[in-house]
């Protein structure tokens, strides 16, 4: 049973730091590529991070480049995003996503809320 248990939410000031975790099973993690998007009230999901199965190759979203960092455990399965100098529109919904494109498979997680106050 493939299952993505999202963690490390919670309420934190601007310009403060989390960190979010991402546990894996059911299926083969070093072979997936991981992925953490957000959703906040209102907007569309977007994609915050992406690392490659290999961990070599990283893309972020322009609005996080310098303060959030993707990093992954392929001995652990999991896979973590360090948010720093955080922002209110950083607020909503983290969620982590594993994916192999060239099958068209892809699981999700149910996410965990980031809220960042004023």
């Known amino acids: 049973q493939v299952q993505l248990v999202e963690s490390g939410g919670g309420l934190v000031q601007a310009g403060g730091s989390l960190r979010l975790s991402c546990a894996a099973s059911?299926?083969?993690?070093?072979?997936?590529?991981m992925s953490w998007f957000r959703q906040a009230p209102g907007k569309e999901r977007e994609l915050v991070a992406r690392?490659?199965?290999?961990?070599?190759?990283?893309n972020y979203a322009d609005s996080v480049k310098g303060r959030f960092t993707i990093s992954r455990d392929n001995v652990l399965n999991m896979v973590y995003l360090q948010m720093n100098s955080l922002k209110p529109e950083d607020t909503g919904v983290y969620l982590c996503?594993?994916?192999?494109?060239?099958?068209?498979?892809?699981?999700w997680g149910k996410g965990t809320l980031v809220t960042v106050s004023s």
């Open positions: 059911g299926f083969t993690f070093s072979r997936y590529s």
């Open positions: 996503k594993a994916e192999r494109s060239e099958l068209g498979i892809n699981f």
């Open positions: 690392m490659s199965s290999s961990g070599v190759s990283t």
